[in-house]
C-alpha cells in the first residue's frame, strides 16, 4: 500500500506522516467490515442498531471475493465487527480465510462465543486480534447499557482467552459519562487477563443518536479524560477516537485526524461502503462491493471519497488557534446531532459546540436518523430530507426488510 502517486512525488521536508494521510492512500490502512447485523444483544448505544439479521448479507463466496480483493490492494487488516459476528455461520471460515490470505483480523465480540475451544483456536493463529467489548468496570455500569449478563459474559470471555495463553488482546471501551471515573479500573481489568485497553468515543450513530444526550461525557469529564489519558495514552489505545481534545493543548497519541475515505472506512452486510463506521446514512454512501470494479473502484474512484481528500477549509473553525490539532472535530458527532459539517464538533472541548446544540429546535424531526435500522423492537421512522452536497442517495436502493431470524440459532452453551 503506498500513498496515492499524485500526493506522494517529493513530499516537503519536515512533512508529517498525518498531513499524507489526509489527501488519502490508494489502499485503506485498515476498514471496518460488519459481517452482519445479527446480534444476541441490543446495547443502547449500538452504533449499527442492531439485532436483526439482513437477508441479502454478502454470501460466504462473495466475502472471500473482498477478502481477495483486500489482499490484492495489500490492505494491512479487517475491523470486523457487527451485530455480533461470531454468530454468522461461516465466521471461522473466513476468518481462517483472511489471515491465509495475508489479511489480519482483528474482530470486536461481546464474547458469547469465545468458548475455551475457540480461546485455543484464537491464541495459535498470530494474524488475529480479538476486541473484547465492556462499557462498565462494574456490572451495574456495564449492564445497564449493555444488557444483563453481559457483564459475566464479558469477563468468561477474558477468562478464557488468558488461559489459552492469548496475551495483548483488547478490552474496548465506549466511554460514557457514566465510566470515565472507571478509567483506572478499566486498566487494572486489562491487566489482569494480559490484555490491552482500547478506549472509543460514543458517537451518536445508530441507537447511539437516541441516547448520546444522555450519555456523552460532560465538559469536565472531557478534561478528567484527557488528563488520563495524557498519563496513561502510551499504554492505551484510542485510534483515531479523541483528536477533537488535543483542543485543550497536547496532542494525544493515536492518529489525530479523522480518516473517513481517507485511511478508513465501512464495508456494512450488503456490502455498502460507507465514508465512516460511525456515519451509516445515505449521505456517505460511496458505492457497494457488488458493483463492477469491486471495492477497489470504489475506494479509489468514488466521488464521495475523492471529494473527502481534497483540502480542507476549516468553515467556523479555520480561525481557531486549535484547528490544526482538532480539525473540527467528528464528521459523525455533527452529522448525527444536527450540527453544520463545517462547524465545531458537538463536544468542542473550547466551548464552541454547547451554543449550537441549545440553539437547536425542540423538536428533533429534522436531525439525520442513520439510513436503516435493524433492531429487533425497531419502530418506523419518519423519513426526513437531507441537504448536504457530499453525495446522494440511490433511489432504487430497497429498504431493509424484517427478518425474525433468530441470530443465535444453534447455539450451544
Known sequence: MTVTPERAASPAP????????????????????????????????????????????????????????LQRMQVFYVN?????????????????????????VKFSTNGVRITPEAARRLAANDYVDVQISLDGATPEVNDAVRGPGSYATAIRAMENLAEAGMRNFKLSVVCTRHNIPQM????????????????????PSGRGADVWDELHPLPGQQRELYDWLIANGDKVLTGDSFFHLSAYGQALPGLNLCGAG??????????????????????????????????????RQSELFLGLREPQTGGACSSCSFY?????????????????????????????????????PEDRSSIPRPSADHSRTAKPRRAV???????????????????????????TL
Open 262 to 299: 481517507r485511511v478508513v472506512c465501512l464495508i456494512d452486510p450488503i456490502g455498502d461502503v460507507y465514508a465512516c463506521p460511525f456515519a451509516i446514512h445515505d449521505e456517505f454512501l460511496a458505492g457497494n462491493v457488488r458493483q463492477p470494479g469491486g471495492f477497489a473502484e470504489v475506494w
Open 80 to 104: 470486523i465487527g457487527g451485530g455480533e459476528p461470531t454468530v454468522r455461520s461461516d465466521f471461522w471460515e473466513l476468518l481462517d480465510y483472511a489471515t491465509s490470505h495475508s489479511v489480519g
Open 184 to 203: 483506572d479500573a478499566f486498566k487494572e481489568i486489562a491487566d489482569r487477563y494480559g490484555a490491552q485497553l482500547r478506549l472509543t468515543r460514543l458517537r
Open 14 to 69: 519536515g512533512t508529517r506522516l498525518v498531513d499524507l494521510f489526509e489527501h488519502g492512500l490508494d489502499a485503506p490502512i485498515c476498514l471496518t467490515w460488519e459481517l452482519t447485523y445479527a446480534c444476541n444483544l441490543a446495547c443502547a448505544h449500538c452504533l449499527s442498531s442492531s439485532g436483526r439479521r439482513d437477508p441479502r448479507e454478502l454470501s460466504t463466496d462473495e466475502c472471500k471475493a473482498v477478502i481477495d480483493e
Open 385 to 411: 430530507p437531507v441537504k448536504l452536497s457530499l453525495t446522494r442517495p440511490d433511489p432504487e436502493r430497497r429498504p431493509v426488510s424484517a427478518c425474525e431470524e433468530n441470530p443465535l440459532a444453534g447455539l
Open 324 to 360: 490544526s490539532t482538532c480539525k473540527g472535530g467528528c464528521m459523525a458527532a455533527k452529522f448525527f446531532t444536527g450540527l453544520p459539517l463545517d462547524g465545531p464538533d458537538p463536544e468542542c472541548v473550547r466551548g464552541h459546540g454547547e451554543a449550537l446544540l441549545a440553539g437547536r
